[in-house]
């Protein structure tokens, strides 16, 4: 299935001094940047058709792929002063790059590169800024089997803030972590119909406008996965991932994981 990637927003939260000019996408984690590692994630499953709905910061990812360099990644041998690469990351990868704005809605993005879907029936979509080690097979499959017009992965809270159950004289009743609360968030990997258009309006969005709508009919399937899942929506949450990155903590990475054998 093709795979659709949003990268076109500011990234408020990821600003500080010294990366206002980086789009959030480019933000590195260890020598890749962080959609280097979730078109990889995508790429390990088979999933290597990519459509990204570019924005603020589109020429630094375009100059990415265009000046990409397999060597940085992969091991080569040079002789003569030429180089003959072992493995390859993305010679095998279809990249559509597309203008979708710089101020539209995730759904107006959406909207604005339906034509690349060449008509497909499913395809897959993500926010760019999240890893995870989740299944994506079974993910797919469980989608299929529910027979939902769409599915987003969800994920426990991830909050380290405590929810206070106070009454009225300011008795403080009990005191209880976010991530004990029975309650699932959104985790931004969706694998989507080609219905969902017929719900969005032009300016819309995917989960206020779709996915909501689609919840009320009994049409939206939530795959709960209680394994990694990181943000990387902030400056923090993408330094976190990095320092995990050169300790060699790095569970998103399910393509360096060896195989089971049989």
Not at 153 to 182: M, T, W, Y
Not at 193 to 218: K, M, N, Q, R, W
Request: aromatic residues 12%; hydrophobic residues 40%.
């Amino acid at each position: 299935m093709k795979v659709v990637l949003f990268c076109g927003g500011y990234g408020m939260r990821m600003r500080n001094d010294r990366n206002d000019a980086i789009p959030k996408p480019m933000q590195m984690v260890g020598p890749r940047p962080l959609l280097w590692h979730v078109m990889h994630y995508y790429a390990h499953f088979g999933h290597k058709e990519f459509i990204l709905c570019l924005g603020y910061g589109a020429e630094a990812i375009k100059e990415f792929f265009l000046d990409y360099r397999e060597a940085e990644s992969n091991d080569f041998v040079l002789h003569a002063n030429k180089i003959e690469l072992l493995h390859s990351d993305i010679s095998d990868w279809s990249i559509t790059f597309v203008d979708t704005g710089l101020e539209s809605a995730i759904g107006e993005r959406l909207r604005r590169v339906r034509q690349h879907l060449d008509g497909d029936e499913h395809f897959l979509a993500n926010y760019a800024d999240v890893l995870t080690d989740a299944p994506l097979d079974d993910v797919v499959a469980k989608f299929h089997e529910s027979g939902a017009a769409a599915s987003m992965l969800v994920v426990p809270p991830q909050s380290s803030f405590h929810c206070v159950n106070v009454a009225d004289n300011g008795e403080v009743k009990e005191i209880i972590p976010v991530s004990r609360l029975p309650v699932w968030e959104n985790g931004g990997y969706f694998v989507l119909s080609d219905e969902i258009f017929e719900l969005l309006p032009p300016g819309g969005d995917l989960v206020a406008d779709v996915c909501e709508t689609l919840a009320g009919e009994g049409r939206l399937f939530g795959y709960r996965h209680e394994g990694f899942w990181k943000p990387a929506d902030t400056f923090k949450e993408r330094a976190e991932l990095d320092a995990n990155y050169a300790r060699g903590i790095h569970p998103w990475m399910v393509w360096e994981q060896p195989e089971a054998v049989s």
